[in-house]
């Protein structure tokens, strides 16, 4: 069982930044690609960034492109989620998410994060 626990949440205004970490209880954490979700009230979870396998290439929603960047520190066992320029629309639950390798099966989740944009 692998336990991922996201922090870095908060209130900030529109334009500001955050950064949101998600450190993970394993010993494996090499073998894990570590991707981020979110869900606004009322909306389906969708996928912000990912990291692509074996390259680490990153991909990122329409939304967010140029605005957020997913990284990682394998010595930390944790992934982060840098977000820049937030607009109101970016608040959400953010989730951060485990898979193995090239997998698409999210085996485990964070607790989410709350972070809300006000304008």
């Known amino acids: 069982q692998v336990q991922l626990v996201e922090s870095g949440g908060g209130l900030v205004q529109a334009g500001g930044s955050l950064r949101l970490s998600c450190a993970a209880s394993t010993q494996s954490f090499s073998n894990y690609r570590m991707d981020w979700f979110r869900q606004a009230p009322g909306k389906e979870r969708d996928l912000v960034a990912a990291?692509?396998?074996?390259?680490?290439?990153?991909n990122y929603a329409d939304s967010v492109k140029g605005r957020f960047t997913i990284s990682r520190d394998n010595a930390k066992n944790t992934v982060y989620l840098q977000m820049n320029s937030l607009k109101p629309e970016d608040t959400a639950v953010y989730y951060c998410?485990?898979?193995?390798?090239?997998?698409?099966?999210?085996?485990?989740w964070g607790q989410g994060t709350q972070v809300t944009v006000s304008s």
């Open positions: 998410a485990a898979a193995i390798r090239s997998s698409r099966n999210y085996l485990y």
């Open positions: 990291f692509g396998w074996p390259a680490a290439y990153p």
